[in-house]
């Protein structure tokens, strides 16, 4: 089993930046990807970026790519997501998740994932 611990989330304005951190525990040495989602209310949960936790190749949803960056520090067995310019519409709960198949691409369905934290809620004030 891998645990999930997603922290950093807040009320932040429009066109500030914010940086997610998502602590993995347990079995992290079955770790291929991670990955953000996240699902405003009345919402469908909706990929975010993903990143190979052994390589590093990461894939930004086209929709984010500019403005979010996804990275990882294997040291401390966490990955981040950085919003930067944020808006309104980025208002949601945040979702770190984790899954050990070994494919050379980020998934990006989140019936694909097995393993998720319970959540961080972002709102941006406009």
């Known amino acids: 089993q891998v645990q999930l611990v997603e922290s950093g989330g807040g009320l932040v304005q429009a066109g500030d930046s914010l940086t997610l951190s998502c602590a993995a525990s347990?079995?992290?040495?079955?770790?291929?990807?991670m990955a953000w989602f996240r699902q405003a209310p009345g919402k469908e949960r909706d990929f975010v970026a993903g990143?190979?936790?052994?390589?590093?190749?990461?894939y930004v949803a086209d929709s984010k790519k500019g403005r979010f960056t996804i990275s990882r520090d294997n040291a401390k067995n966490t990955v981040y997501l950085q919003m930067n310019s944020l808006k309104a519409e980025d208002t949601a709960d945040y979702y770190c998740?984790?899954?050990?198949?070994?494919?050379?691409?980020?998934?990006?369905?989140?019936?694909?994932?097995?393993?998720w934290g319970q959540g961080t809620q972002v709102t941006v004030s406009s």
């Open positions: 998740t984790a899954d050990g198949k070994p494919l050379g691409f980020i998934l990006s369905n989140s019936r694909d994932y097995e393993f």
């Open positions: 990143i190979n936790w052994r390589s590093g190749s990461t």
């Open positions: 347990g079995r992290t040495s079955s770790i291929y990807t």
